[in-house]
């Protein structure tokens, strides 16, 4: 594997034209009903693009990145972005954190320094080397010009790069699809990975003979689960059936990005509907910008094509007996329950069930405090 350092450095031509395109926006007639009801908010979406042209500062926040130490891999032919930040002083615990979508690498970078140097901030455990990649196909990493590649496959390649990294037994964090690349982690390389920890449950588990009945908490939590797609669940279908006819006006419009992008942060996120208590804005916008600048906001959505075409369904007898520790984050999908207990332990050797008071689903990004402390004192017990 070569690897090589790399920094961030978008052009000013792409950032002139990104204010110009943002300045010359045609914008809808606002929806007759509440605010958010049928979408993004006309008023709040004005606003947060107005900011991102003449308000934000994209070179402040691309040096605040280009503090960490970021480097590029071509693993097998794919190029893999990510960062590696070493405990100061030590050999740390190898950890590989994966952000999910609609996200980038930006969302875990709150728990860096809470892991790296954990007694600094008063959390009582050893320090960790942190890794943390961006998915293919999302921001500065490419996606393979193919189809089928799924959390699976991406399982494989950052297997490959923590052994690159010289990482023989590691651990693993993930949310959302990195949920489930951390879950295929520890199916495939049980050797290597010494523990996982999930903030939510990406992967269901094999329910085909010879497995247990459902309880009825089971029942109840997945009847609730079909009622949220129903009402929320609209991206999905799109971005898992067509994402190169949505990303046609993603790629070429900054309000429709930002539209598409920004509705999700704010249904998924514990914000009680109000985002800027939540969520900074130069948080949101210094997502959209990498995804704006490096053009991949639809390569990032072919994860949904990909892995539903036969990324996620697990096989009898594929669970996951590596020690498993989960942050049960309430408001992750607004306003699901969280689910029981019974439902993670049939795909998982559960060592650590851990309901949050606060946080929803960009928990590194919303509650980094609260998710490190968790992901220190599970993998202190190991």
């Avoid at 042209?53 to 503090?67: I, P, S, T, Y």
């Avoid at 049939?346 to 949050?356: G, N």
Wanted: one cysteine or more; proline letters at 8%.
């Amino acid at each position: 594997m070569r690897i090589e350092p790399f920094t961030i450095d978008v052009s000013d031509e792409v950032l002139r034209d990104l204010r110009a395109r943002i300045r010359r926006t045609r914008w809808p007639e606002p929806a007759p009903s509440d605010a958010w009801e049928q979408g993004t908010d006309l008023d709040y979406l004005q606003a947060l693009l107005a900011y991102w042209a003449d308000g934000f500062d994209w070179r402040a926040q691309e040096r605040r990145l280009n503090d960490f130490e970021h480097h590029c891999g071509d693993i097998d032919g794919v190029l893999i972005h990510f960062i590696h930040a070493r405990a100061p002083g030590a050999t740390g615990l190898p950890l590989v954190l994966t952000h999910g979508w609609p996200s980038t690498f930006v969302e875990m970078l709150p728990l860096v320094p809470l892991l790296t140097e954990p007694h600094s901030h008063g959390i009582d455990a050893p320090p960790f080397d942190v890794v943390v990649p961006s998915l293919p196909g999302y921001g500065f990493s490419r996606r393979p010009r193919r189809t089928g590649v799924t959390t699976r496959d991406t399982a494989e390649l950052w297997h490959r790069l923590m052994s690159g990294l010289g990482y023989d037994r590691y651990g693993a964090h993930g949310t959302d699809f990195g949920a489930g690349v951390t879950t295929f982690l520890a199916l495939d390389h049980p050797d290597a990975v010494v523990g996982i920890h999930l903030s939510n449950l990406e992967n269901a588990p094999y329910l085909g003979a010879g497995t247990p009945p459902l309880s009825d908490e089971e029942r109840e939590w997945l009847t609730q689960a079909r009622e949220w797609d129903e009402r929320e669940g609209g991206y999905k279908a799109i971005q898992s059936t067509r994402p190169q006819t949505l990303g046609y006006g993603l790629n070429d419009s900054p309000a429709g990005l930002a539209a598409w992008v920004v509705e999700k942060w704010r249904s998924w996120s514990d914000s009680d509907g109000d985002l800027d208590a939540t969520l900074s804005r130069d948080v949101l916008l210094t997502t959209l910008t990498i995804f704006w600048a490096t053009q991949t906001i639809t390569s990032s959505m072919r994860d949904y094509v990909d892995n539903r075409a036969g990324g996620y369904e697990l096989g009898p007898g594929e669970r996951v007996d590596v020690p498993t520790g989960i942050a049960v984050f309430a408001h992750h999908h607004v306003p699901d329950p969280p689910p029981p207990l019974a439902w993670a332990e049939r795909l998982y050797r559960v060592a650590r069930w851990s309901p949050m008071p606060a946080g929803g689903h960009f928990a590194a990004t919303e509650q980094p405090a609260l998710l490190a402390r968790d992901i220190a004192a599970f993998f202190r017990r190991l």
